[in-house]
C-alpha cells in the first residue's frame, strides 16, 4: 500500500532556530513530491514540488531535499519567524494519475518567542 | 491566493439530512477535488473530476455524491449526513497533476 510517514508529529522550537522536518515515503511509480504548509483554519498552500531528477528545492527560508531512491524527503526551514508555527505536509503523487495523491498527516510545528 | 470558494465555511446539521457543499473556482482549471481531513488523518480524497460531467471516486467516497455540471463549479453532496461525516472538507483545484491549490475549507458538524 502506497504511504506517506512524516516525523516527528510535532516539533517545538525557539524563534530563530533551525529545524528539519522528516518524510518516508513508499509511493511508486513516484511523479512528484510536494510539501504544503498549513495555517489553522486555512487550506494548505504548496511551499515546494519536486520531480524524481531534482534532488533539492528552495522557497525563501524553506528547502527541500529529496532521495528518490532511499525514498526519502526533509524540509529545512532557517533562522525560524513565529509565522512558521503550523502544520507541514509532505505529499507524494503516483505517476500518471490524477488521483492517486498520497498526503502524509503532517508535522504541527510551533515557533516559541 | 488562487481563485477558490467554498460555501458554506461553517455548517451544522442533524443525523439523516441531506447537505451539499459547494466549491467555485475562477482559475478555470480541469481537476477539481474534494477532500476530507481528520485529526491523526492525512487529507483524504472523497472524489475528483477531471472535467465537466467527469467524476471518479477517491479512497473515502462511500456517503457521497458529486456533481460539476460547470467547469467552475463542483459540488459534494451527503444524501444522508451522518456524525462519522463531521470532519474540514476542503476542495482542491490543478491544471495538471502537479500543484493543487486549496480553498479556504468548510467545517461540518453532523449531531
Known amino acids: 500500500k502506497n504511504q506517506v510517514e512524516q516525523s516527528p508529529q510535532s516539533l517545538i522550537i525557539l524563534e530563530g532556530k533551525n529545524c528539519t522536518l522528516q518524510?518516508?515515503?513508499?509511493?511508486?511509480?513516484?511523479?512528484?513530491l510536494r510539501w504544503y504548509k498549513q495555517d489553522t483554519g486555512r487550506g494548505p498552500v504548496s511551499l515546494t514540488i519536486?520531480?524524481?531528477?531534482?534532488n533539492t528545492k528552495s522557497n525563501g527560508r524553506y528547502t527541500a531535499t529529496l532521495d528518490a531512491d532511499t525514498k526519502q524527503s526533509s524540509l529545512h526551514i532557517t533562522a525560524s519567524q513565529l509565522s512558521d508555527s503550523a502544520s507541514y505536509i509532505c505529499?507524494?503523487?503516483?505517476?500518471?494519475?490524477?488521483?492517486?495523491?498520497?498526503f502524509g498527516s503532517g508535522t504541527r510545528l510551533s515557533i516559541r518567542p | 491566493d488562487a481563485g477558490i470558494t467554498q460555501s458554506p465555511r461553517h455548517k451544522v446539521t442533524e443525523t439523516g439530512t441531506p447537505v451539499t457543499l459547494r466549491c467555485h473556482q475562477t482559475e478555470n482549471h480541469r481537476y477539481m477535488y474534494w477532500y476530507r481531513q481528520d485529526p491523526g488523518h492525512g487529507l483524504r480524497l472523497i472524489h475528483y473530476s477531471y472535467g465537466v460531467k467527469d467524476t471518479d471516486k477517491g479512497e473515502v467516497s462511500d456517503g457521497y455524491s458529486v456533481s460539476r455540471s460547470k467547469t467552475e463549479d463542483f459540488l459534494l453532496t451527503l444524501e444522508s449526513a451522518t456524525s462519522s461525516q463531521t470532519s474540514v472538507y476542503f476542495c482542491?483545484?490543478?491544471?495538471?497533476?502537479?500543484?493543487?491549490?486549496f480553498g479556504p475549507g468548510t467545517r461540518l458538524t453532523v449531531l
Open positions: 482542491a483545484i490543478s491544471e495538471s497533476r502537479d500543484t493543487q491549490y
Open positions: 518524510c518516508n515515503y513508499t509511493v511508486s511509480p513516484f511523479s512528484n
Open positions: 519536486m520531480t524524481f531528477s531534482e
Open positions: 505529499v507524494v503523487s503516483e505517476e500518471s494519475s490524477a488521483s492517486k495523491i498520497i
